[in-house]
């Protein structure tokens, strides 16, 4: 009984392990180990690589909105029909118009009184607006916004100046739609970059 234990512990001793390359590739040669270290490497480095590649988000789009103003614009908006003197872009039912930039000396509030009380005169009955709220985009430039609720839709307006040119965007969106659709929006017009004066 022993013996027969004896034989097998000596049958695996004169046959040790094969290495890996030589199980793999079938060979033992410089050619073998460079195999196994070509696919280490491409674990190791070239797969995470492709992955994070794959992953990453699409860059945003930076969208010319006339007399060298731009918008940053995040891949969920899309670019509509265009039209003289402004730039349409719509986002799940939303649409989102930008004027191109107009010189103006008023301060952004003014021209939102302005289309405030336009916006009520015309408006079905039971809409209500919000008071005006003043921000500062990300370029520097002063910014105000406004809210109309009407019954059927929400409708939310921007005056974005850099003190001697205007642009006003208006954002019509269903109700269930409007605030997602507004935030993006909103991120949209805090990117908004005039042109540069020239000197």
Known sequence: MSSGADSAADAASLNPPEPLSVRLIGRGSAAGALVIAMVA???????????????????????????????????TWSEGSPAAGETTLTQGGATLVLSEPEATERLPIETLDGLTSGWIE??????????????????????????LQEPLETVQAWVVSDGAHEVIAVLTA???AWEATSASAQVLVRSLTFAEAAP
């Open 41 to 75: 490497l491409a674990y190791a480095v070239v797969l995470p690589l492709v992955a994070e590649a794959v992953s990453a988000p699409a860059p945003p789009r930076v969208i010319d909105i006339g007399e060298g103003a731009t918008v940053t614009v995040a891949e």
């Open 122 to 147: 015309t408006a079905p009955e039971g809409s209500v607006a919000t008071a005006p709220r003043t921000f500062t985009t990300d370029a520097g430039d002063d910014a105000a916004t406004v809210v």
């Open 174 to 176: 269903p109700p269930a």
